[in-house]
T-cell receptor, first 115, second 113 residues
Framework: NAGVTQTPKFRVLKTGQSMTLLCAQD?????MYWYRQDPGMGLRLIHY???????AKGEVPDGYNVSRLKKQNFLLGLESAAPSQTSVYFC??????????????FGQGTRLTVV | TQLLEQSPQFLSIQEGENLTVYCNSSSVFSSLQWYRQEPGEGPVLLVT?????EVKKLKRLTFQFGDARKDSSLHITAAQPGDTGLYLCAGAGYGGSQGNLIFGKGTKLSVKP
């Protein structure tokens, strides 16, 4: 059972470089999310999607863009990486709206370092 | 903005001890979830509490949702080294939170043999 798969697992970028993080889920979930986790800050929502072709901003969207062209994939892009974007990034998916008490399934994370 | 405050932030105990982790907010949540995260992994759901005053048990773990649905606690009885990890509470709010989860900063638990 693959669940939520994130690619890559580790990456080092130079300031100003761009990259895309890929998230794929095989559970046919409508909702997908990108979080970042920093020491002492918990998990903070970057962007989310409530269905194919839709995206919305979360708590900390600046410096990131997302796309949901296919239901199973949610891409997170960094156009010009900054050291402040050094973090562990988690993708998650859920069957329905989380206010409906549904479970969020998380990927294993991508550890990104921007130097 | 809805905030969830978790305490303590760090907890180091000996095997066999009991402990309680708290998750507090000034806001009302439609439900509260507890996740456990191991190093190098994503969070995994332990439990969802929905009704004010609700108590759920998962082996040695007891979860309680406050009567006013603003707070929750996690109690572990006779902790074991396998309980070591980061415990996160997450609230699902009403309306303006877009149905997303708001996470506390987590409690890092270390249980020594």
């Amino acid at each position: 059972n693959a669940g939520v798969t994130q690619t890559p697992k580790f990456r080092v970028l130079k300031t100003g470089q761009s990259m895309t993080l890929l998230c794929a889920q095989d559970m046919n979930h409508e909702y997908m999310y990108w979080y970042r986790q920093d020491p002492g800050m918990g998990l903070r929502l970057i962007h989310y999607s409530v269905g194919e072709g839709t995206t919305a901003k979360g708590e900390v969207p600046d410096g990131y863009n997302v796309s949901r062209l296919k239901k199973q994939n949610f891409l997170l892009g960094l156009e010009s990486a900054a050291p402040s974007q050094t973090s562990v990034y988690f993708c998650a998916s859920s069957y329905s709206n989380l206010a409906g008490h549904t479970e969020a399934f998380f990927g294993q994370g991508t550890r990104l370092t921007v130097v | 903005t809805q905030l969830l405050e978790q305490s303590p932030q760090f907890l180091s105990i000996q095997e066999g001890e009991n402990l309680t982790v708290y998750c507090n907010s000034s806001s009302v949540f439609s439900s509260l979830q507890w996740y456990r995260q191991e190093p190098g992994e994503g969070p995994v759901l332990l439990v969802t509490v929905v009704t004010g005053g609700e108590v759920k048990k998962l082996k040695r773990l007891t979860f309680q949702f406050g009567d006013a649905r603003k707070d929750s606690s996690l109690h572990i009885t006779a902790a074991q080294p396998g309980d070591t990890g980061l415990y996160l509470c997450a609230g699902a709010g009403y309306g303006g939170s877009q149905g997303n989860l708001i996470f506390g900063k987590g409690t890092k638990l270390s249980v020594k043999p």
